[in-house]
């Protein structure tokens, strides 16, 4: 059994999800299921305060799409990273650091969200919501009972991120 089906799935409606991961690993899995089944024009919304696991979550993300998860940091100081795999690249902003969503035209935002191949995470993505696309997958986290175990609420808010949450069991 793996470590995501050993993750407590709490609830599962038509357009969202929730878990309780227990660990770092854990969350990690999740983040792989998104990844293998992530495709291009996927944009992924991450949200939670400090320490919630938006990077472990990117980092399976990643992992999930043949990217090697150490390999995947918050770009927190460039705002951007880009990570190719498989034809596929994947873009991973953190925009705690910007102060309006009319920043994000200067790190070419709009850029990748027209382009053919990439799959957007957005740490942070709260913090730009009035620049978000109508189609996302937000994951949304908070710290639980014990320093390990984290509350996650995963939704689909169009038709593709809601075909991609459909085949996360």
Known sequence: MSDFTKSKK???????????????????????SIGENARPGH?????????????????????????????????????????RANGLLLVHFDVYRLSSGADLDDI????????????L?????DRIADCLPDDCLTIEMKSGSSPEVREIRISASGE????LLSKLS
């Open 43 to 83: 944009f992924i919304c991450l949200i939670g305060n400090l320490g919630a696991g938006k990077t472990a979550m990117a980092k399976g993300i990643g992992g999930g799409m043949g990217l090697n998860e150490n390999d995947i940091s918050s770009p927190s100081f460039s705002l951007i990273a880009e990570h």
């Open 108 to 119: 070419g935002f709009t850029d990748y969200l027209n382009a053919d191949d990439c799959i």
């Open 10 to 32: 709490i609830v599962q409606e038509s357009n969202e999800r929730f878990w309780r991961s227990e660990s770092e690993e854990q969350t990690r899995q999740i983040g792989r």
């Open 160 to 163: 593709s991120s809601s075909a």
């Open 121 to 125: 995470v957005v740490e942070w993505a």
